[in-house]
Each structure stands twice: as structure tokens, then as C-alpha cells.
């Protein structure tokens, strides 16, 4: 009864491209009148209006409501059309991005501090800095070109008002997260984004989703109570929870500070998809539908990375202007903690790579691609912390591969779900040809791909230079084995390179399969959505010092970085000189000798033999000693032995996590000792009793 | 007139009772009507009386003008007070909802006696709190447990009896334990007052330990038995799941508490806080709720039946409290006693939402709540933001309980209890949330896809949708009932 009719080009895709037009303008207006290019003056002194809606002091709630209370309202206009329902996302997306412009100002001068004290017991607060602001940025900018995506991607599913509910309520806490101004509300916000997407990676609702979402609810509740202890143990140790240097205070504390960070890390580590705790993320991002799977690739892993990098350089840096020197004593706890994560950052490059090689399936592909380009803003986290005073580089390199990489990854989602849409197929190998059916796709992924490889004009390449610049300035003023983690770096940008020629091999050239001959593919919302962000790629390829200028480096004099430092080498810094472009002529020979040598050798077909994969090792053991016990606990009639506990089988081990192992602990034991407990109630009183009174007669 | 006031609450609810059965011959509305306007009468005198001790401060009534040392004594102060409201707050709402749902599996002649029992049990509760006196307390503890008993029982089915019987012996050995507990201070101090035996106590702690020590036992354990603290908790889930849903929202969220107020009523003001650290007894305690929050939570995984998992779930929360009062801080009492108002609303909204999707569907297997959101979303909903609560989701009180346990155990130097709290987080997420994607994310039988209005009456949907909103409003907003707890809390000298 609300099925919608379908049309190819329908008022949505010029309400959308207009708006995109208009958008683009906007922007473009902005930020070059900030930068003082094509002899525009800065709009908010030009417009008095402007300036005053920036001073705007609830601006963040606002940020954070609005998508809330589109919501609602979306509910409302669903019962009529996915076209008025759509328009509401649409419009409610858009003016989140023209919130973020305005707050410009106001951040540049370090933001607005909005408290709520009392709220959650301790209070909140909200504050948007150029940090917050960047990432705010390219949030509401992306959320908007992916709702517009969405809108044609979800026309034929089921339940897609219930899909663009969550999505507006999990928008709300992205947005929170960023604007929050302490650990408290960064907290609160976090734990809602983890429930409010978890409707986004199950609403496909198969099996794999089931499965998949519960491993990353309880992964994401896994991280959210990490960062609980470490909120406890900042309450008691330092007291401050807002996002101030609490570097004083943490060094009194001794080996405290290191749990603290260490708790963060993993919990933030977890929703970024750091290496050792990574797992749930190649199960949840390619069975979510692809605008969500753009969405948690793009925005919500980097919120993970956005966690560390924020609680890091706030709590673990001085007070800026106390220091002037590398060496002064108060580095060394970042110091060693940026050691730590410098190295977990490669693990987590190295280990997407080397697995996204071995996948056919295009979007887990690219899931594991996430976690290799996580592996590269790790790494720069790391350097950021690690050289302490002169980290800005690396501070720098993070951050701008944050925001590229949100580009290129989005946008590869998005062609693997255009590339789905029409073909109905997912596995690499079996397409093929298709850049004569899907012109538009083809370039755009192109494009991606360039980027995430790190060609010269294109994006990735910018932020990959400076956080090899980091890299290598890691070496030089520190520890002598990140030389070989600059070897590192360098053979994972090229598995990177040999991964996209496959793809593109594999999807766009090459013979295409007789049954895609039929395809006829039109202009709609997802092509704008898509030429969109393919010229944002270019954009900022074409104009790296851009960004830079207008919100990097800003950020960077807020933190307590060298002044010095930040003058000499990021200001007026130029990633297109010789020396750094020639580093990318052996990574993309080294990437097509790996693909040559990969499709000749079948390398790209080789399973891990499963005796390497954690849950056998973990549980052939547990499970041997577990039927032993039973064994001598009943016999012959060991209930592991029977049917009923088929999930304890052998046979099964691959398929059954541990929580389901705990589940059927737990009947196990439930049947067997909850009659006999219940029934000897007497005799445990008597026990109780005895024991008390011996333990206080005697103790 | 005020000092009349707890007295008057007293024989208004025992008048009441015996009242209802007068209107037998009339329609049933009359009596809810009556009785709802008794309750509410309560509750506006307890929120005065709640006003006036925390502005003027606590005040005694005694019986006919007796002296403490002989007679009868009622306590009002800013902590009997704060429970007494509490206990007729949530047993008004509960009321509201039970008058639509008394259907469940309760004969129809039983309706006006299940509403006497219920005035009786508040009587009893009432008297418990208010009182002043160590044998006083007995009294009315037998009360209440006989009429619990009663209460458990009124479905007249066979697993109904066995639940019962089990109570009442096991809560007989409970209160004799206590009465025991009771008699040997008594010979020692020769009062039942307990400030006068807390005087005695301290003076004669150094020539009598034994004494102390074994009615210190005795007491702890029976009114552990009681309010179902880990290893003694055996009558609980039976007793819960096999009371009408509303009954089983009053005894998991009421009437357990109500044991456990008197548990921190002997540590803190009969023995003090001297004699209980000497004893060990802080420590013991910490590692029974520990011990307990794991264990209910484990136990409560493998339950088939809903209505025993919460059962189960509630012997963990216990576990939370215990964990509070065992810390034996101020720190630790508030939150115990937040955790008191957190849980008891929590554990309400978990009963009462079950008990309307057994109203609409008669479903009561964990495994059956296949896309029965769709069809009950509010009642589900509430359940959620309840769950969501236990597991210890920020914007839920639970989160505020969890946060400030664990703030108060690293204070005390006991840091370890973080990880129970984790641990127990996890457990709580493992047994909540498949129901919870079941109920919103799996294929229903019937197929349907768009979400349709709750098909149950009104009054049981209100009473879920305000206590839902306590769960956020004081867990958004906790300073509340942090002021309030406080204030109690300091009625207690550490």
C-alpha cells in the first residue's frame, strides 16, 4: 500500500542536484572568501547576519537535535511516500552542513564552551573546536550525498522507514560525539551511536546480519565499558573530565595513566577497527545495506580514531606555551604511548591488506581495506603522540587521511552497491567488463581507486605524503626500528595499489558475462551523489594546501605543538615535489608485480588453513578439556556427547562464537545444579551460617 | 497533626484491608476506586512527610506516651521517610496497572482479596520502615512474608503452591533466624530499641563477643535469606515467575528492597560501623554481591521462562546493592540506596511490560518474542529502554547506578568490583538482547511488517510509560534522588 512508483528520473534527483549545485557553491564561497583566493573577502565580516548566527551559543545542541528531530518527523511523513519522507532526510542532512560553515568562526577562536551541569551526575558539555569542526564537516557533508544515495538504493527494500529513522538518530550521535567537550558526553554519545547502528548493520535481517550485528554489538559494548573503567578511574584519579591537558595529575598516578589510555584506546580501537580487535568489522560492514556500510566505513570508524586522537592529545599533552622542548620530561608518557601505537597501526595496515588480497566478495574488500587505511591514521595517531613536541606532522597526516580516506571509501561503497543494484552480484570474479553498461560508476571508481592508491592529483596521495613525512620523522628524532616501519609503510601502499587494479580488473574491464548484456542503466540520485564526491577527490587532490590552511593548521596551534615546527615544515608545504612523488613510482610497479604474480599463481585464491584462525586455536583446546571434565563428572552419559549440545561439537567450531559456547555453558549447568541448588535450600543455609561463623569467629 | 501522620498512614492502609471486603456486594470499580483513593492519600501524606524531614528535621512518635526503654517507638527521618515514599510511589503506579491486569490467572472471586492482601503487605512494609524497634520489625516482617505467601499463592495452581510453600518456610527460617538474632542482643542489652541497643551494644561489645557476633550472623543471614542475597536467593525466581505479573513487579522491586533497608537499618545503626569492620562483615558482603551479580546473571541466561530470567536478573541487581552497602561508605550507601529507587523502577517496567505481552499473546518462552515488537511497540519499547538500563546504556538510571558503584569502589580502594560491573554488564547484554533484536529485528509468524498499536488496555500501558520515563528522567537528571538519598544517607554516622 506505500510501495512508491518507481521512476528512473524522478523530481528527487534535480531537487537533490540542485541542491548538491547549491552546496558545492556554498562551499566553495566559504572557504575560498576564507582563504582569501580569487579576491573574495571572508563572509562572516562581509555579513554582519553571518557573523552574528555564528556567535550562536546553542549551535551544537542545535547540530544535535536536528537530525533527532527529523527523525520524528520523518515518521510521520512515511505513511505517505519515500519521496516526502526522503525529502525530509535530504533537507534535514543539508542543513547540518550549513550549521557546521557557521560555526567556523567561533572554532577558530577554540569554540564555545556549552555546559549542562548536573545532567548524567557530573554534567555535560559541549564545545566545537577546528578539530571537532573538521570532522563535523566532513560528517554532515558525506551524511548529505549518502542520504542522497540513499534514497535511490533504498527504493526497493523493505522496512526502509525504520532504515532512515536510525539513520537520522545514529547522525544525531555521530554528531554528538564530536561536539562533546568531555569524556562524560563523548561516552554517552558513543554508546548510543553503537545501539542506534546496530539497527543499520541488521536490517537486511539474514542470518549472516544476525550474526554479524551480534558480533558487533557486543564488540562495540565491549569498547563502550572499557571506556566506562577508564571514565571511573578519571573520575577518582584526576577528577576533570573535560578535555583539558591532565597531564600533571596523570603523572602522579604512576602506572594508572597507562591503564587509562590504554582502556581508551581499545575502546575507541574497537569501533575504529584496530588490529587485534578488528574482527567485527569485515563481518558488519558488507552485510549492511550500502548506503549504511558508506557510512560506517566512512564516518563511524573514523569517530573511533577521532576518540583516541581527541583524549590523547587533550588529557596526555601540557598546557600549550609550558613547554618548549622535545625533551622535556613531560613527553614521555605520550612518548611511549605513541610507540605502542605507532606499532599497532602498521599491524592493523599490514593485516587488512594481506587479508583484503585474499577476498572475492567486493565489499568485504573494501571492509578490509578500512582497516588497512585505519592502520595508516593509527599510525599517524601514533607519530602524533610519539614525537611529542614535533608530532604535529603526524597530528596533520591523521587527520587529513581522515577526512580522504571518508572520501574514497564512501564512494567505493557506493559504486560496489551501484555495481550490486544492477547486477544483483557481489563476487568480483564473476563480473567483468562492465565500464560500457555502467559509464559513470566506472570513472568515479577510477577515481576512488586512484585516490586510496595514493596517485599523485588525487587525494589519498596528499595525506599519504605526510604521514610518510611522520614516519620518517619518527626515525630521525626517535627510535631507529621505525625505519623499517617506513619499509612497511611503503610495501602496504603497494598491496594497496595491487588490490584496486584488481577490483577494477575484475568489476569494470575484462570480458563482461553474457547476463549483464541487458543492463540499461539511467541517471538518478545515485550517480549525483556519487560525481559528487568523485569531484571532491579531485578537488582536493588538485588543491592539497587548502585544507591544510584552513583547518589543519589551525588545529595544530591550538595543541601544544612546536610553533616552530609547525611554521618550518606544514605551513606553505608542498606534497608535489620530486622526492615525494617518486616514492609512488616503486609502489605502483611493486602493486602490479604483486597482481601479476598474484592472478598467475593463484595467489589471490589461498585459504589460511584453519588452524590459524583464533577460534580454533582458542577453543580445540577448552573444548577437549571441557568433555573431559564431563566425561569424568558422568560417564558414558557426558551430555557434551548428545545432541542437544550440537554446538560444542567439533564439527561446528568455526561457525560458534564464544558467546553462544557461554550460553550452552550456561543451560548446561543451569540444567544439571539449578533443581539440585533449589532443592537443598536448607542445607545452604547451613553452610552459609557455618562458614560465617567460622570465618568471624576465627579470622 | 503531623506527628499523627505515620500512625494515620498505618491504620488507614490496615483499615482498608479490612474494609474491601465490605463492598463485596458492590461492583468491583468501587473498591479500586476506594482503594486507589487510600493509596493516594498515602502517598500525599508520605511526600509531606518526605517535605517536612528534610526541612525540620526527624521526629518520633510513641506509642501512648511510652518511654523507649518499654515501649513502642516509630522513627520519621529523612530515610524512612525517603522509603516509605518510594514503596507507596511505585506500588501506586503498579496499583494502576494491576487494576486492568488482575485477570492474570487470578480467579475472579479473588480480585477483591488480592487488593486486601496488597494493603496489607503495604501496612506491613510501612510498619517495617518506620519502626524504631528490633521486635517491632519481627512483627511486621512475619506479616509480611505471610502475606507474600498469600499473594504468591492466589493463582491456585499446583506450581503456584510449591512456590509458596517454599517462600514461607524458607522466609520462616529467615525470620526466626533474625528473631534469634534478636533475642541474643536483647539478653545483652536488655532493650529492643534500636538506639538504646545500639548504645548497649558498643558498651558491652568488649564483653560479650560471642553474643555479638552470633546475632550479628544470625540476623545478616536470615534477612539475607529474605531479600534473596546470591547463595539464599532459591525462593526467588520460583516465587516471581509464578505470581500474576503485577505481584511479581511489587515483590522484585518492593518488597525484596524492604529486607534489604532493614539489613543496612542492624549493620549501620544497631551494630555500628566499628563493630561490623571488626567483624569482617563489609568485606563478606562485597564478595556475596560480586559473587551474586555474576551468578544471578549466569543463571539467568539459561532460563527458558521470562518472568525467571527476571527473577534471576533481580538476584543480580541485589547483588548491586549488597556490593553498595558492603562497601560501608557514605559513597557506598548512596548508591546502594539509588540503586534501590534505579532497579526497583527498572525491574517494574521489565515485570509489568512482560506481563502485557503475556496479556495480549501468552508469551512467556524467551525464544517466542519473534517480531513482537511490531505488535506491542510501547510495551517493548519500555522493555528495552529497561534492558538497555540494565546493561548500563548512559541516559538510563542504570548507567548512573553502574557509573557511581564503580566510582565508589575504586574510592574505597576496591578496585576489582570494576571488573564485576563490566562482567556483569556483558551477562546482563547476553540475556537481554537477543530478546530485544528478536522482538524488533526477527520475521514475526504473522508476518506484518508496519508497526501496529499496543492491544492492551490503557491503564497497563500508562503505568509502563511513566515508569519508563523515571528510568530516563533520573537517569538524565540524577541529583533528584541524589538529594534526597543523601540526606538519607546521613541519617547513618560512618
Known amino acids: 500500500m506505500f510501495q512508491p512508483k518507481y521512476k528512473w528520473y524522478d523530481n528527487f534527483t534535480t531537487l537533490t542536484g540542485g541542491l548538491i549545485i547549491l552546496g558545492a557553491i556554498i562551499l566553495v564561497y566559504v572557504l575560498a572568501g576564507l582563504n582569501g583566493s580569487f579576491g573574495l573577502n571572508n563572509p562572516f565580516e562581509r555579513f554582519t547576519m553571518l557573523k552574528t548566527l555564528s556567535e550562536f551559543k546553542w549551535m551544537p545542541l542545535l547540530i544535535i537535535f536536528t537530525p533527532a528531530v527529523g527523525g520524528g518527523i520523518q515518521l510521520f511523513f512515511s505513511r505517505k511516500t519515500c519521496y516526502s519522507r526522503d525529502t525530509v532526510v535530504i533537507v534535514m542532512s543539508f542543513s547540518t552542513i550549513l550549521m557546521t560553515l557557521l560555526m567556523y568562526p567561533t572554532a577558530l577562536d577554540g569554540g564555545q564552551l556549552l555546559s549542562f551541569p548536573g545532567f548524567l551526575g557530573l554534567g555535560l558539555s559541549l564545545k566545537v573546536d577546528m578539530l571537532s569542526l573538521v570532522m563535523l564537516l566532513i560528517t554532515s557533508i558525506l551524511w548529505f550525498l549518502v542520504m542522497v544515495y540513499a534514497h535511490a538504493y533504498m527504493i526497493k527494500e523493505k522496512r526502509c522507514n525504520r532504515f532512515f529513522f536510525f539513520m537520522a538518530l545514529t547522525y544525531s550521535s555521530v554528531l554528538g560525539t564530536l561536539v562533546s567537550a568531555d569524556l562524560l558526553t563523548m561516552f554517552l554519545f558513543f ?509 | 497533626m503531623i506527628e499523627q501522620l505515620p500512625i494515620i498512614n498505618l491504620i488507614l492502609l490496615l483499615t482498608t484491608a479490612l474494609v474491601i471486603p465490605l463492598f463485596k456486594k458492590q461492583r468491583f470499580m468501587v473498591t479500586l476506586i476506594l482503594s486507589f483513593v487510600v493509596l493516594f492519600i498515602v502517598w500525599l501524606s508520605a511526600l509531606y512527610l518526605l517535605y517536612h524531614v528534610n526541612t525540620t528535621g526527624a521526629f518520633y512518635y510513641r506509642f501512648g506516651g511510652y518511654s523507649p526503654t518499654i515501649g513502642l517507638e516509630l522513627l520519621i527521618n529523612p530515610f524512612s521517610a525517603l522509603f516509605t515514599f518510594f514503596v507507596i510511589t511505585l506500588l501506586m503506579i503498579i496499583f494502576i496497572y494491576s487494576t486492568a491486569d488482575a485477570s492474570d490467572g487470578i480467579h475472579e472471586r479473588e480480585y477483591g482479596r488480592y487488593y486486601i492482601l496488597m494493603f496489607i503487605l503495604l501496612f506491613a512494609m510501612f510498619g517495617i520502615i518506620y519502626t524504631n524497634d528490633l521486635f517491632n520489625t519481627y512483627v511486621f516482617m512475619e506479616i509480611l512474608s505471610i502475606t507474600t505467601c498469600a499473594i504468591i499463592s492466589i493463582k491456585r495452581k499446583k506450581k503456584n503452591y510449591a512456590a509458596a510453600f517454599r517462600y514461607v518456610m524458607l522466609n520462616e527460617m529467615g525470620s526466626l533466624s533474625y528473631l534469634f538474632g534478636v533475642a541474643l542482643l536483647y539478653m545483652v542489652t536488655g532493650y529492643t530499641n534500636i538506639e538504646l541497643v545500639f548504645q548497649g551494644v558498643q558498651d558491652v561489645w568488649v564483653i560479650y563477643p560471642t553474643n555479638i557476633i552470633i546475632a550479628a550472623i544470625f540476623m545478616i543471614v536470615g534477612l539475607g535469606l529474605k531479600a534473596a542475597i546470591f547463595p539464599l536467593h532459591i525462593w526467588l525466581p520460583d516465587a516471581h515467575s509464578a505470581a500474576p505479573s503485577s505481584s511479581s513487579a511489587i515483590l522484585s522491586a518492593i518488597v525484596v528492597k524492604v529486607y534489604l533497608i532493614i539489613l543496612v537499618k542492624v549493620l549501620f545503626s544497631v551494630f555500628g560501623i566499628t563493630i561490623i569492620e571488626a567483624l569482617h562483615i563489609p568485606s563478606l558482603l562485597m564478595v556475596i554481591g560480586a559473587v551474586g551479580i555474576v551468578m544471578g546473571s549466569f543463571f539467568a541466561i539459561a532460563q527458558h521462562d521470562i518472568k525467571r530470567m527476571l527473577g534471576y536478573s533481580s538476584v543480580a541487581q541485589i547483588g548491586y546493592i549488597v556490593l553498595g552497602i558492603g562497601l560501608a561508605s557514605s559513597l557506598g550507601l548512596r548508591i546502594a540506596f539509588y540503586h534501590v529507587f534505579s532497579h526497583g523502577i527498572m525491574k517494574s517496567v521489565l515485570f509489568l511490560s512482560v506481563g502485557a505481552v503475556i496479556y495480549q499473546r501468552n508469551l512467556r518462552k524467551v525464544t517466542a518474542y519473534n517480531g513482537i515488537g511490531y505488535m506491542m511497540p510501547l510495551s517493548i519499547g519500555m522493555f528495552t529502554l529497561a534492558a538497555l538500563g540494565m546493561i548500563g546504556i548512559p541516559l538510563t538510571s542504570g548507567f548512573i547506578s553502574k557509573f557511581n558503584l564503580g566510582i565508589a569502589a575504586l574510592d574505597g580502594g576496591q578496585g576489582i568490583y570494576i571488573i564485576i560491573l563490566v562482567v556483569s554488564g556483558i551477562l546482563n547484554a547476553i540475556y537481554y538482547l537477543p530478546i530485544i533484536i528478536a522482538a524488533f529485528l526477527r520475521e514475526n509468524p504473522e508476518n506484518q511488517i508496519y508497526v501496529s498499536k499496543d492491544k492492551v488496555p490503557l491503564l497497563m500501558i500508562m503505568p509502563i510509560l511513566i515508569l519508563g520515563a523515571f528510568i530516563v528522567i533520573i537517569g538524565v537528571y540524577p541529583a533528584i534522588i541524589f538529594d534526597l538519598v543523601d540526606s538519607a544517607v546521613s541519617t547513618f554516622s560512618f
Not at chain 1, 306 to 330: C, E, H, M, Q, W
Request: aromatic residues 14%; charged residues 15%; proline residues 4%.
Open chain 1, 191 to 699: 554508546e548510543m551511536m553503537t545501539i542506534t547502528s546496530y539497527m543499520l548493520v541488521t536490517h537486511g535481517q539474514k542470518e549472516e546480519s544476525y550474526s554479524a550485528g551480534y558480533n558487533y554489538i557486543f564488540m562495540g559494548l565491549l569498547g563502550g565499558f572499557a571506556i566506562f573503567v577508564a571514565l571511573v578511574l578519571m573520575v577518582v584519579y584526576v577528577g576533570d573530565l573535560s578535555f583539558t591537558s591532565a597531564i600533571v595529575a596523570l603523572q602522579a598516578t604512576g602506572s594508572i595513566r597507562y591503564w587509562i589510555i590504554g582502556l581508551l584506546v581499545m575502546g575507541f580501537g574497537i569501533k575504529a577497527g584496530m588490529a587485534p580487535v578488528h574482527v567485527w568489522l569485515p563481518r558488519a560492514h558488507p552485510v549492511a545495506p550500502t548506503p549504511a556500510s558508506a557510512l560506517l566505513s566512512g564516518i563511524m570508524i573514523k569517530v573511533g580514531a577521532y576518540g583516541v586522537l581527541r583524549v590523547a592529545t587533550s588529557y596526555y599533552f601540557p598546557v600549550k606555551n609550558t613547554v618548549d622542548s622535545r625533551f622535556d620530561p613531560i613527553w614521555l608518557t605520550s612518548e611511549t604511548i605513541g610507540f605502542s601505537i605507532i606499532w599497532l597501526g602498521m599491524i592493523t595496515m599490514a593485516i587488512g591488506v594481506f587479508l583484503a588480497l585474499q577476498q572475492s566478495n567486493i565489499k568485504r574488500m573494501l571492509a578490509y581495506h578500512s582497516i588497512s587505511q585505519m592502520g595508516y591514521i593509527v599510525m599517524g595517531i601514533g607519530v602524533a603522540l610519539y614525537l611529542g613536541y614535533y608530532g604535529a606532522m603526524g597530528f596533520a597526516g591523521s587527520l587529513y587521511h581522515i577526512i580522504n580516506h571518508a572520501l574514497f571509501k564512501s564512494l567505493l561503497f557506493m559504486v560496489a552497491g551501484s555495481v550490486y543494484l544492477h547486477t544483483r552480484e557481489n563476487d568480483m570474479y564473476k563480473l567483468g567488463g562492465l565500464w560500457r553498461k555502467l559509464p559513470l560508476s566506472a570513472t568515479v571508481a577510477l577515481i576512488a581507486a586512484l585516490g586510496i592508491s595514493g596517485i599523485p592529483l588525487f587525494n589519498g596521495f596528499v595525506s599519504k605524503t605526510i604521514l610518510h613525512h611522520g614516519i620518517v620523522e619518527a626515525y630521525e628524532y626517535g627510535h631507529a626500528s621505525f625505519r623499517y616501519a617506513e619499509w612497511i609503510f611503503i610495501v602496504i601502499s603497494a598491496g594497496t595499489v595491487c588490490s584496486f587494479i584488481k577490483l577494477y580488473y575484475y568489476v569494470f574491464l575484462g570480458k563482461m558475462p553474457d547476463i549483464y548484456k541487458s543492463i540499461k542503466p539511467k541517471l538518478n540520485s545515485l550517480d549525483v551523489s556519487m560525481a559528487a564526491i568523485a569531484m571532491m577527490i579531485l578537488f582536493i587532490g588538485l588543491n592539497p594546501s587548502l585544507i591544510l590552511d584552513l583547518f589543519i593548521i589551525p588545529e595544530l596551534r591550538v595543541i601544544s605543538y612546536d610553533p616552530q615546527f609547525i611554521n618550518t615544515y606544514i605551513v606553505g608545504m608542498s606534497v608535489f615535489t620530486v622526492s615525494d612523488m617518486s616514492i609512488m613510482v616503486p609502489i605502483v610497479i611493486l602493486g602490479f608485480l604483486i597482481f601479476i604474480a598474484g592472478t598467475k599463481f593463484h595467489l589471490f585464491h589461498l585459504k589460511l588453513p584453519g588452524w590459524l584462525r583464533i577460534e580454533y586455536i582458542f577453543f580445540y583446546p577448552s573444548f577437549h578439556l571441557m568433555r573431559g571434565a564431563c566425561r569424568l563428572l558422568y560417564g558414558d552419559q557426558c551430555p557434551i556427547d548428545k545432541k542437544e549440545y550440537f554446538k560444542m561439537d567439533i564439527k561446528h567450531n568455526y561457525d560458534v562464537g564464544f558467546l553462544d559456547r557461554f550460553v550452552v555453558l550456561s543451560h548446561m549447568f543451569d540444567k544439571r545444579f539449578e533443581k539440585k541448588i533449589i532443592n537443598s535450600d536448607a542445607l545452604i543455609y547451613t553452610i552459609l551460617i557455618t562458614l560465617v561463623i567460622i570465618i568471624m569467629m576465627f579470622v
